[in-house]
């Protein structure tokens, strides 16, 4: 029989099913239906809590070579760097010692005032020890996973902070891991105030940043007393991060004439590359709510005595 007689379709007996077309369509609709779903009511939260319960023995199994080497390498340092390391240490334990008297002084100076003038007594904010374990892979944000979840109290907006400054803020709270978005990301504010004037203002993530900032104050006019080397604090006024908390330091301030703001690039003192210890605090209103309750009870505890 000659080749070109052959028939080179698939029989119809076996042509079943949707077209694959139609099957794209389909599996594409849901798909984003699901992304939807997902971003406006959270569907999917209790699946990546499992998975992420599921999965940490294996990161943790896998991060453990990682944490041998760095052990590792910590046995080969030279005696003399020891030595440098223990008598710059202990200059520093010197110095603290001064800072510390000094500032054990100024906060029985602060308490007599409030005392004198009525004021509220500071909150005492809570904090627990965490350790980053590695970045997230998505590459669209700026975000670390640290070794503390619900298990540990830690919980939802908790500001995170290293031994320089503010890190950042948990969004994403799991049984045994949280997610931290650093300061840097697109989508990440912070009320910060300029220490030298006083002035308060909104410092964006700027992720992109030409000046090596990371960090840019939005909407501020071109004539406000803004300098390089400024150092901005949390303010407070947001009810999440307690105020007087580093957060980053003005390195270029650029005013142009055909526009009303002044761009303003900041760089963050924390460090968002290189954090391995932090601790994660817990909201401002929250520790408030907290007082607020203590101070109630003690007050119904006095009133029932006779």
Same mark, same amino acid.
């Given at each position: ?191 910060? &105030?300029?220490?030298?004037? =006083? *002035? /308060?203002? @909104?410092?964006?993530?700027? #992720?992109? +940043?030409?000046?090596?900032? !990371?960090? $840019? ?51 963050? &003192?924390?460090?968002?590359? =290189? *954090? /391995?210890? @932090?601790?994660?605090?817990? #909201?401002? +209103?929250?520790?408030?709510? !907290?007082? $607020? ?14």
């Amino acid at each position: 029989m000659p080749l070109g007689t052959l028939e080179r379709k698939a029989p119809s007996f076996f042509r079943q099913g949707p077209s694959a077309l139609s099957r794209l369509a389909l599996y594409s609709a849901l798909a984003l239906f699901f992304m939807v779903a997902d971003a406006r009511f959270h569907l999917t939260e209790p699946v990546r809590q499992a998975v992420a319960t599921v999965l940490y023995p294996l990161q943790w199994l896998m991060l453990k070579p990682v944490e041998f080497a760095d052990r590792g390498a910590g046995y080969f340092q030279s005696l003399e760097q020891a030595q440098e390391n223990l008598g710059e240490a202990r200059r520093q334990m010197a110095e603290m010692a001064v800072q510390a008297s000094a500032t054990e002084q100024l906060a029985r100076e602060n308490a007599q005032l409030r005392e004198l003038l009525a004021l509220r007594a500071r909150l005492d904010t809570p904090a627990i020890a965490a350790q980053v374990l590695y970045d997230t892979p998505d590459p669209y944000t700026r975000r670390v996973t640290i070794d503390r979840g619900q298990l540990a109290g830690v919980q939802r907006g908790s500001p995170v902070v290293d031994r320089d400054g503010v890190l950042g803020q948990v969004t994403r709270v799991f049984p045994l891991l949280s997610e931290v978005t650093l300061l840097i990301d697109r989508d990440q504010t912070i009320p910060v &105030l300029n220490t030298r004037t =006083g *002035a /308060r203002s @909104v410092a964006y993530g700027d #992720p992109l +940043s030409n000046h090596g900032g !990371g960090m $840019e104050l939005r909407f501020t006019p071109g004539n406000s007393d803004v300098s390089e080397g400024d150092l901005l604090t949390t303010s407070g006024m947001d009810g999440v991060y307690p105020a007087g908390l580093r957060v980053a330091r003005v390195v270029h301030v650029e005013r142009r004439a055909d526009s009303t703001f002044a761009r303003i690039y900041c760089a963050p &003192l924390a460090q968002m590359d =290189g *954090a /391995r210890y @932090v601790m994660v605090l817990q #909201p401002v +209103s929250q520790s408030l709510a !907290g007082a $607020e309750d203590g101070v109630a009870a003690g007050v119904a505890t006095r009133e029932a005595r006779p």
